[in-house]
């Protein structure tokens, strides 16, 4: 059983701040219904009146009260909220356009330190957060409103039910976890877009048809223009080598269960995956997804601040609020560099957003306690700030170097096995010996141009064939030595490496390895033996 976020819901939150006379709200949520019939329970549970404002039609009391205040005048509107009486809650939606007028702000200042002194509350709702410099400081709260929960969602499936042919009616009366498949596939929607899919759904296929309902999913976060829900999944032993890194990652296959937590496990934060090009740090990030059977949700660390969608502050609220009702999730976010380099100096040329945007994304890493794992990746270390790599952010740094003869040899074997080549059929010490400082990427590009060379010449595939090709390909490795020489010596005191340094393989190696597709021959013949002196990873640049 997966566990369940332990996080608080944003209305309890917000019962929190109404307990604790915080008079100045502001709930950022694109659900303007789904909020007001939170806060409506809310208001009639706390015995609370609540007033909701509109420029077209002022003011309407939807709980603990009935009628109208014809004030559509913002100004009047605040007036309004300083003169009611008794316990209340008001809420103005659609309000940030009025923040632009400095009248409007000074006005929602002085009646923050008013309201204070009442039982009333006064809450902005908005699709965006959008608060001038003046009023960050009297908004005595900024209420993220979160997306739908698992209950939400199937409330709104079973909604559909009722037009459902009998044999779905009956699968879901039989097998318990249908229901739970169908509501999975919709986490991550607003409610409004998760009733869409399953109307869809039910139109198209006359079902909850999980096909269709994922593939509407990954649409509409795509739309988003932050985040991809990855889908195709790399098999975990489409990785060669790396034997220390896929140790850490299938020791925590089932870190995220309810069993881990009773055991007194604390729940993965994450890991930095850095090092040189074509290595295999995306396809690792790949590859975990389907090693611990979670959605994977790529992010675009550049489309934060690219400025097409959306403000930066905006969209890492987003993505985390997304990643965090999928969850568990893994989410993906590769070249960390490319977003937040420079967040040192960018005070001066983008007014702090981009810092702003990194603090609160290091926040959220360090305390988030609902299951995302993030796995990002780097190819530049020097870019990175440093405060991303204090102990406490990430688990772990591990560090991927090119593959030494050993992962080699998994490498090209992996390769060769998916272009369906029996690799018992190559001499692949020799082939070895011939890539000292070629990375995994180099390694498939080889396989598949000498595939070419011998489609062309009417041969099969043998090695040396694969020689004479590999004799065209100049490694990366040559042109970048002296960064990757750098990022070694970087890696030395502050990472790990992902690739195992000694092959001693133990017996619970064995039973992983087996389960796996690791076998000794991809592994290396060194397996089992005590590697002495050859464990040490000799440098081949
Ligand atoms: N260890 C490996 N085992 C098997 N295949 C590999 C390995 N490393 C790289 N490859 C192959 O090379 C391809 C590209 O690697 P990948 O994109 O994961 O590298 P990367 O480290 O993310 O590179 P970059 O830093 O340029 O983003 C992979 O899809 C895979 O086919
Ligand atoms: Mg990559």
Redesign the pocket.
């Known amino acids: 059983m997966i566990q369940d976020t332990s996080k608080r819901s944003s209305k309890s939150e917000l019962e929190d701040l109404i307990k604790a006379r915080y008079s100045l709200i502001y709930i950022t949520s694109p659900e303007e219904q789904r909020v007001e019939e939170s806060l409506r329970k809310l208001c009639v549970e706390r015995e609370m009146r609540l007033e909701v404002w509109s420029i077209t039609e002022g003011f309407k009391v939807l709980a603990n009260g009935s009628g109208v205040r014809d004030v559509k005048d913002p100004m009047k509107a605040i007036d309004h909220v300083l003169r009611g009486e008794g316990r209340a809650l008001y809420v103005l939606r659609d309000f940030h356009p009025f923040l632009k007028e400095p009248a409007v702000v000074r006005r929602l200042r002085d009646a923050a330190t008013e309201l204070r002194k009442t039982k009333k509350s006064l809450c902005i709702l908005s699709p965006v957060t959008k608060l001038p410099p003046e009023l960050e400081k009297s908004v005595s709260a900024v209420v993220d409103w979160e997306l739908p929960t698992r209950a939400e969602i199937e409330t709104a499936a079973r909604k559909l039910l009722p037009n459902a042919p009998p044999a779905t009616q009956q699968q879901i009366e039989s097998d318990p976890t249908f229901m739970e498949h169908v509501v999975e596939g919709a986490l991550g929607l607003t409610l409004v877009e998760a009733e869409n899919v399953f109307a869809k759904s039910m139109v198209r296929t006359h079902t909850f048809d999980l096909e269709t309902i994922l593939e509407e999913k990954k649409q509409i976060i795509r739309k988003s223009g932050l985040l991809e829900y990855y889908e195709h999944r790399?098999e975990f032993s489409?990785?060669?080598?790396?034997d220390i890194l896929k140790d850490w990652l299938i020791k925590r296959r089932n870190a995220f269960s309810s069993r881990a937590r009773d055991f007194g496990l604390p729940l993965p934060k994450g890991i930095l995956m850095i090092?040189?090009?074509?290595?295999?740090?995306?396809?690792?990030a790949k590859a975990v997804g389907a090693l611990w059977q979670m959605p994977l949700l790529r992010l675009d660390v550049g489309k934060i601040f690219g400025g097409l969608v959306g403000s930066s502050e905006e969209n890492i609220r987003t993505v985390i609020k997304t990643a965090e009702a999928i969850a568990p999730a893994v989410l993906w976010i590769?070249?960390l560099e490319k977003g937040f380099s420079g967040t040192g100096s960018s005070g001066q040329t983008d007014g702090g957003t981009t810092s702003r945007v990194f603090a609160s994304f290091i926040t959220w890493l360090q305390e988030k306690t609902s299951p995302v794992f993030v796995i990002a990746?780097a190819?530049n270390v020097q870019q990175l700030p440093p405060e991303l790599l204090r102990k406490g952010r990430f688990d772990e740094i591990f560090f991927?170097d090119l593959?030494d003869r050993e992962?080699r040899r998994?490498?090209i074997d992996?390769?060769l096995r998916k272009k369906k080549r029996d690799p018992s059929k190559f001499d692949l010490d020799k082939l070895i010996d011939a890539t000292s400082d070629y990375?995994?990427?180099e390694?498939?590009q080889a396989v598949i141009a000498a595939l070419y060379d011998a489609f062309d010449t009417g041969n099969d595939l043998d090695t040396e064939g694969l020689v004479n090709t590999l004799k065209d390909i100049v490694p990366l490795a040559v042109t970048m030595r002296e960064q990757i020489d750098a990022m070694r010596e970087w890696a030395k005191t502050r990472a790990r490496p992902a690739a195992a340094r000694s092959r001693v393989q133990s017996k619970k190696d064995a039973g992983w390895m087996a389960k796996y597709g690791a076998t000794k021959s991809n592994l290396g013949d060194k397996v089992g033996e005590n590697a002495g002196d050859d464990g040490e990873r000799k440098l081949e640049l």
């Not at 489409?238 to 790396?242: C, E, H």
């Not at 090092?275 to 740090?281: A, E, F, L």
Request: hydrophobic share 30%.
């Open positions: 790399e489409d990785i060669g080598g790396m090092g040189v090009p074509g290595t295999g740090k995306s396809l690792t590769d070249e990746t190819n991927f593959p992962d998994a490498i992996i390769h990375s995994g990427a390694l498939e």
